[in-house]
Each structure stands twice: as C-alpha cells, then as structure tokens.
C-alpha cells in the first residue's frame, strides 16, 4: 500500500496557487481530511445502506456506479481497510474491469435520512474472491439481503477520508417497499426504461452542405429587421421608397426651369423688337402687325399719346 506524502493531487495544488485558494485547502487538509477512518467514521459507515463507486481505467476513462445493501454492507475491516461486495449482476464487469486496469477508487456515502452528511473514502482497490477472504476474517458478515452470497469482493486500503458538507444534500424519508434483490426479471430489474434497445447504438452524423451554412445567417438578419419594423408598427418605413420617388422627379422639374436659352432669346430679341415697333410707328406700315405688335401699340400711346392717334384712324 502507498499513501502519497502530501494530501490532494498534484493538479488540485496547482489550481489553488493559479485561483488564490491555497489557504483555504490547507485548512481543510488539516481539519477535515485523513489518510484512515477514525471511530465516527466507522460508525456512520456501518449504518449505511447506498454508496457510490467512481473508477476509471487505464487510459482514464471514468465511471461511476451505485451499489447497495442492508445497513453495513460496507464492511469495515480496520482503520485502514473497508470492503463491498460484489453480487451477481449484468456481467459487463465495467467496475472490475477498471479496477483490474487502474486500481485508484472513490467511494462517496450520502446520509439522506438522519444527519444529511456525506464521506468520502478514496484508496487503491483489489478484487478478491468470496471463498478467499472468509479464510482471511471471521467476522464478515455471511448473512445478506434475500439471502444473497457475494461472488467476490473490492477490497480497498483508505488513502483518503474526508466529509461531504450537507449544505446541499436533500432530506429524504425511507418508505417501504418490495426490492427484488438479485432477480434476473427483466421487467423488475427496469426493463428497457429508457429505449435503449430500440435507439440506433452510434448517433448519424449531420448531413447538412457546408455550402448551406452561409445562406441561413445571411437571412436571419433581413426577418429579424422585417419584424422589428413590425412589432414597432412603422408601416411608413414600407411607405418610404414612395416618398423617396418625388424626391428623383424634383431633378427633372429642375431642368424645364432651368432652360436659359429661352429666357436668353427674348432677350436678345428685345432690342430689335422695340425697334420695329418704332419703325412701325414713325413709317405707318400696318404689314408686320401682330399680337406682340398690339401690346407694344398698345403701350406706344401711353409713352406719345399724339402719334398714336393717326394709326388708330388707319
């Protein structure tokens, strides 16, 4: 049996220095944790009827089992030394098979009942057959739940024994019932709870392209945009490529208005105009009389109200 000189693993260590925890663990280490089972451990051990049983194999690879039996189950041999049976079960051994491979074990007791309390007993396992330890300890116990004997057992050397705090752990209240300890009933034992049977074993890989990962995101935006505008009712938004259209016809205003030579044309065309006029005037020829030549008549007598007279008699 070896006990590591220090208490916790070297990664637990390691996180307390990067997490500034140091203080708080060696506290606890010097308070609560110890390398055997002291006489209120063994006590609490003895009246338990569940634990919970956490292994791993050679290649880390973890699992965690539950087991249970009248109270004491878990026989304490000493200090040092406990022991649970193993009765006759699937017969995938995937508890054994770990220990076989990796004999590190974590046994965690929950105390649901009486004082909600936890402990954990953490050590190196070996397997060790019925008929071979009852040469070894007088005292196990031959007598087990429905008559059931132990095929063999995990026999394990405490390296570690600390509490579980309560804070957290629910107050349940035993009730009777039937267990059909050892059955091999399929129906009693659960059955196919949980439609293992008819599941595929492996989970079928997605078959979605890539090429249509792109195309979701991109339309996500656009609806999440369309139903803003929605929930806030801003149905001008929808309104908005109308008045934005008067907005491209006020250009084509502008160019009518903007039509210079027109107004440059009159303009130019003033001066010979006015002239005519006065020719007209001065020489009576009625020839090049027109609309325009009535207005300017029309203004002539305002300016020579003597000259007009004879062209109005013509």
Not at 20 to 26: I, M, P
Not at 228 to 256: L, M, S
Not at 276 to 283: E, K
Request: glycine residues 6%; proline residues 9%.
């Amino acid at each position: 049996m070896s006990i590591r000189p220090t208490l916790g693993s070297v990664g637990e260590h390691e996180l307390q220095n990067e997490f500034g925890t140091t203080e708080r663990a060696e506290r606890f280490y010097s308070d609560q944790m110890l390398n055997h089972l002291n006489p209120t451990m063994i006590e609490f051990i003895a009246r338990q009827e569940m634990a919970f049983v956490a292994t791993a194999d050679a290649h880390g690879e973890c699992d965690s089992t539950f087991r249970a039996g009248e109270p004491g189950f878990i026989h304490v041999i000493d200090p040092r030394t406990v022991a649970y049976p193993e009765y006759r079960g699937n017969g995938v051994m995937a508890s054994l098979g770990n220990i076989r491979e990796n004999p590190h074990v974590g046994i965690l007791m929950m105390d649901f009942v009486r004082d909600l309390i936890g402990l954990h007993v953490n050590g190196s396992a070996r397997i060790v057959e019925d008929v071979d330890l009852r040469t070894q300890l007088a005292d196990l116990p031959d007598t087990h739940a429905n008559g059931r004997t132990p095929e063999r057992w995990v026999v394990v050397d405490v390296e570690e024994a600390y509490i579980h705090c309560r804070k957290h752990i629910p107050r349940m209240a035993p009730v009777d019932r039937d267990r059909s300890w050892g059955t091999d009933d399929v129906r009693r034992k659960g059955g196919d709870y949980f439609d293992a049977k008819g599941t595929p074993h492996e989970l079928p890989e997605p078959v979605a392209p890539a090429a249509e990962i792109p195309v979701v995101p991109a339309k996500a935006p656009a609806r999440k945009r369309t139903a803003k505008k929605a929930a806030t009712g801003k149905t001008p938004a929808i309104k908005t490529p109308a008045a934005k259209t008067p907005a491209t016809e006020t250009p084509t205003r502008k160019t009518p208005a903007a039509k210079t030579p027109a107004k440059k044309a009159p303009a130019r065309k003033a001066a010979p105009r006015k002239a005519v006029a006065a020719t007209a005037a001065t020489s009576r020829t009625p020839v090049k009389k027109s609309v325009t030549q009535k207005t300017t008549a029309a203004r002539i007598p305002a300016k020579r109200a003597g000259a007009s007279e004879p062209t109005v008699e013509e």
